[in-house]
């Protein structure tokens, strides 16, 4: 598996890497860390500070390579088996990291998110919304808030559940879903972790002023699809991670608002999620997935078909 890690500053880098640290990857996963320097930040037409833009660029390679170094050799100590990379490449961010997923060839891409305020910083054109919107492979958005929160829950409590110790698998019908389960079950998680896997079923608004024929056995048949696709979910996963808790539970509203909800009312530190990877931005903006992240306290996980 091959994993490139985003980082953009000091700040993000520990949130980033405190995640990243956390999750036992497999021993064959590569991390390529790397970090974006945009020359367009500087004058370069104004030739009297041309040295100094120069300088600048220079040392802001050095003092990136230093950065990723560093959390390369950190995450080393951590993972023996696992392979660590440093590069800095120059553009604009985002499409950037999208050049670098794509030419690297890269299975999940772990960046920070600075949207703390959902839609308003997400619709002005973020990095977070790029990435999650041109990215070929699965995105993991690191919410900063939550895993501050948590360490501070940590220090004070010892026996507080850990960094990605509950996590969501909202599942629906799809392909897409068995890939979420196939993305559990290959990974290694802390002892302490826990899985609920939830389904939410949108009906209630269909029914209007006038219900459509034969209403009640349709909705039973909606229930029962997603009952059988849910106890093959939970059988799987209990098979592959016999020693955790795996639970299930169907739950009725709107997608876009309920999943959340959901995380932060059982206290998720991850919620994963699928996406069905159509074309850019206008079939993001109206996602499931896109609305989990913008409104979920904590970190998100797309895994796209």
């Not at 833009?53 to 003092?63: D, I, K, M, R």
């Not at 799987?236 to 909800?261: F, N």
């Not at 530190?269 to 074309?279: D, E, F, P, Q, T």
Request: net charge negative.
């Amino acid at each position: 598996m091959k994993v490139l890690v985003a980082i953009d500053d000091a700040i993000s880098a520990k949130v980033v890497c405190q995640f990243v640290s956390n999750h036992k990857w497999p021993n064959d996963t590569e991390l390529l860390f790397a970090h974006v320097i945009d020359p367009t930040g500087y004058d370069l037409d104004n030739i009297a500070f041309s040295d100094i833009v120069h300088l600048n660029v220079t040392e802001a390679e050095s003092e990136a390579q230093n950065l990723l170094n560093g959390l390369a050799a950190a995450i080393k100590l951590s993972h023996p088996k696992v392979h660590c990379q440093a590069q800095i490449v120059k553009g604009e961010p985002a499409d950037a990291i999208i050049k670098l997923t794509q030419s690297w060839k890269a299975d999940l891409l772990v960046a920070g998110s600075h949207g703390r305020s959902g839609f308003k910083r997400i619709l002005l054109g973020s990095v977070s919304m790029t990435l999650l919107a041109k990215a070929q492979c699965s995105v993991l958005l690191v919410k900063p808030d939550l895993v501050q929160s948590d360490e501070s829950m940590n220090a004070a409590n010892k026996e507080s559940t850990p960094i990605i110790g509950r996590i969501i698998i909202a599942i629906d019908e799809s392909e897409v879903s068995d890939k979420l389960v196939d993305f559990v079950t290959q990974h290694i998680w802390s002892k302490a972790a826990q899985f609920k896997i939830i389904s939410v079923v949108q009906y209630a608004h269909t029914i209007g002023v006038y219900p459509p024929p034969d209403l009640a056995g349709r909705l039973g048949a909606i229930l029962e699809g997603r009952r059988t696709h849910m106890a093959k979910a939970v059988e799987r996963l209990q098979l592959a991670l016999p020693k955790h808790s795996v639970m299930s539970e169907i739950v009725e509203g709107d997608p876009k608002q309920e999943i959340s909800e959901f995380a932060e009312h059982w206290y998720a530190s991850l919620i994963i999620i699928g996406h069905h990877n159509r074309k850019g931005l206008e079939k993001l903006f109206g996602s499931t997935s896109l609305a989990t992240f913008c409104h979920a306290q904590c970190s998100v996980l797309m895994i796209k078909s």
